[in-house]
């Protein structure tokens, strides 16, 4: 249950390395959103090795497995009922369809809901290469690359001047650990929201800038046309 205003969610769907956390960053400050990452929150939470969930879930994340529903929604109701915005991108969640129909039935209960669900399609070979470059800030979570999204000065976060590194599940047997779970466990989501009519499909291959415009438009086509089942076309 949420104790909070009326949440209007727009779920980022995509396989690992998609780009739903590069995308949600940029789009968030264009439509006035908030950015919600279940992976970042779970991060967090794993960073506090004195806890036994904290403990858990490095456990899980590090071998590329998803953290069991309950405590996951646990965890992201908090975090959803501490935001001032209206409405959130929620990037990493859900993951199952039994994670789909724990955010419904939780928005339902403050006159919230799932406004549309934005899949990102990305070629597998793409997915890995973009992977197996991430860095990230180790104090601020932002997202570099190292050949795609440099940092000015290298090894040192743009914006505050952390310490860049590699994410400990983007080592090579990991990801493709992770690429399977998504395949049998998160790829269902797709069927499951196009039979909802809420699947906005955006190819999310090209420039960083191109895919949060074609993502934004394809938002606002989709609204327009009523909201009904819409595939975007290829740009
Ligand atoms: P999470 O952190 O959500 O990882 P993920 O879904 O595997 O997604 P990623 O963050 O790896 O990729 P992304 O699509 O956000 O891509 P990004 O923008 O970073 O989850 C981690 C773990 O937490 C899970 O494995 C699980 O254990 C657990 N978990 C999380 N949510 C859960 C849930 N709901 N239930 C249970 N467990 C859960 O981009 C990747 C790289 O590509 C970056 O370097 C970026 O710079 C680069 N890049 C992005 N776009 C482009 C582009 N257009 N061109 C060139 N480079 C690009």
């Known amino acids: 249950m949420l104790d909070s205003t009326p949440k209007e969610v727009i779920v980022l769907l995509g396989p690992p390395g998609a780009g739903k956390g590069t995308v949600s960053v940029r789009l968030a400050g264009m439509i006035d959103a908030a950015h919600l990452s279940t992976g970042d929150l779970l991060r967090e939470t794993a960073a506090d090795a004195n ?13 590329g497995q998803l953290v069991p529903d309950g405590l996951m929604l646990r965890i992201l109701v908090k975090t959803l009922s ?13 993951r199952t ?4 129909e724990m ?34 800030c180790g104090a601020c979570g932002a997202v570099y690359h190292v050949e795609t999204l440099k940092p000015r000065q ?19 047997e990991t990801i493709r650990n992770r690429l399977e779970v998504y395949a049998e466990q998160t790829a269902p989501l797709i069927d499951w929201y196009r039979a909802k009519g809420q699947l906005v499909g955006i190819n999310g291959m090209g420039e960083v800038d191109e895919i949060v415009s074609r993502v934004r438009d394809g938002l606002a086509d989709w609204k327009a046309a009523g909201q009904g089942l819409r595939e975007a076309p290829d740009p």
């Open 154 to 172: 290298a090894g040192v976060c743009d914006r505050c001047g952390g310490k860049l590194k590699r994410r400990a599940d983007d080592a090579p």
């Open 103 to 136: 955010l419904e039935r939780t928005l339902a209960s403050s006159n919230g809901c799932v406004r549309a669900a934005v899949l990102l399609e990305v070629d597998e070979a793409v997915l890995v290469e973009r992977l197996s470059g991430r860095l990230i």
């Open 51 to 63: 806890s036994e969930s904290g403990r858990e879930i490095a456990g899980l994340m590090a071998g």
């Open 97 to 100: 369809t039994r994670q789909a």
């Open 82 to 94: 501490g935001l001032r915005e209206s409405t959130v991108l929620l990037d990493g969640f859900p």
